[in-house]
């Protein structure tokens, strides 16, 4: 059964500090998705990747497929990114879903 | 910037109803999916859809669930006899190809009552 799981759920931390959210997975992917949840409940899609490490502007995705394991990092964190960022694993024509992490930056 | 829109926003329906949620993918796009998310809880895949087929569905895609792309551009979902348990915010996405970015849309949030 392809799980996905995520950590921590909630994390709230002051402007400015690096922010690390970490996805596990159990089954093999063609590819895994960052998702950024905003409060309204609107989806954006932030990387989808099958290898290495992607970066765009202050954010940061890697993978290690033999550990079946990714991170997101955020640098000089904002208030604007507080949001729900949700890591999805792409298989068999569909994703599944992790149960998100709850950000929220404190100015 | 192309974007996914859905239609309605939000809708209410008494159960046992039938409701359709409409969506308009992004046009180049050649796959298509729904997802809903329960209040509090996490999203959940319902369907995907390629070449005017079913390409893959979720154990909660049952007989009272279709999907249709009724022209070029239409992407719709059916709940033919509503219940209190579909009320849920559902998304439409679209992707290039397979696998690919998928660009969700706003949601629909139904509330069945």
Not at chain 1, 46 to 73: D, P, V, W, Y
Not at chain 2, 2 to 16: A, F, L
Request: aromatic fraction near 10%.
């Amino acid at each position: 059964k392809n799980e996905v799981e995520q950590s921590p759920q909630n994390l709230t931390a002051q402007e400015g500090e690096f922010i690390t959210i970490n996805c596990s997975y159990s089954v093999g992917i063609s590819a895994l998705h960052w998702l950024q949840q905003h409060p309204g409940g609107g989806i954006v899609s932030l990387f989808m990747l099958s290898s290495g490490k992607k970066k765009h502007g202050r954010l940061i995705a890697t993978i290690n497929i033999q550990e079946k394991h990714s991170s997101l990092h955020i640098t000089a964190s904002h208030p604007r990114d507080s949001a729900v960022y949700i890591c999805a694993n792409f298989g068999n024509e569909k994703l599944t879903f992790g149960t998100g992490t709850r950000l929220t930056i404190i100015p | 910037e192309p974007e996914v829109t859905q239609t309605p926003s939000h809708q209410v329906t008494q159960m046992g109803q039938e409701v359709i949620l409409r969506c308009v993918p992004i046009s180049n796009h050649l796959y298509f999916y729904w997802y809903r998310q329960i209040l509090g809880q996490k999203v959940e895949f319902l369907v995907s859809f390629y070449n005017n087929e079913i390409s893959e569905k979720s154990e909660i895609f049952d007989d009272q669930f279709s999907v249709e792309r009724p022209d070029g551009s239409n992407f719709t979902l059916k709940i033919r006899s509503t219940k209190l348990e579909d009320s849920a915010m559902y998304f439409c996405a679209s992707s290039e190809g397979t696998p690919g970015e998928q660009f969700f849309g706003p949601g629909t949030r139904l509330t069945v009552l």
